[in-house]
């Protein structure tokens, strides 16, 4: 079984960017998608973005145009370049892998989540 491990998190002021890393144990080239969510305290689960095995992505509309999904076969890592930070992304971020289906994505392993906080 495959396992997620995110790195990259920290403290960033507003206006500034980070990039997350989730490595994994196995190779991820047949992993169907790969998304990282975010959950910040007293708010629900949110999904953020996903890549596809073939390289497709879709993004949350709060993070359209200043986050980037990508992912690196050889590396078997999936990354989240996340620019122009805002109070509101702070959150715990984890990296999931699992199955898009025709109603939408859906997780099925999970990392052990990283802390984003955007702060001055």
């Known amino acids: 079984q495959v396992q997620l491990v995110e790195s990259g998190g920290g403290l960033v002021q507003p206006g500034g960017s980070l990039r997350l890393s989730c490595a994994a144990s196995g190779s991820i080239t047949n992993i169907n998608t790969m998304g990282w969510y975010r959950q910040a305290p007293g708010k629900q689960r949110e999904l953020v973005a996903t890549i596809t095995s073939g390289g497709s992505t879709k993004y949350a509309d709060s993070v359209k145009g200043r986050f980037t999904i990508s992912r690196d076969t050889a590396k078997n890592t999936v990354y989240l370049q996340m620019n122009s930070l805002k109070p509101d992304d702070t959150a715990v971020y984890y990296c999931?892998?699992?199955?898009?289906?025709?109603?939408?994505?859906?997780?099925?392993?999970w990392g052990q989540g990283t802390q984003v906080t955007v702060s001055s």
């Open positions: 999931n892998s699992g199955i898009s289906y025709g109603f939408g994505y859906v997780p099925n392993r």
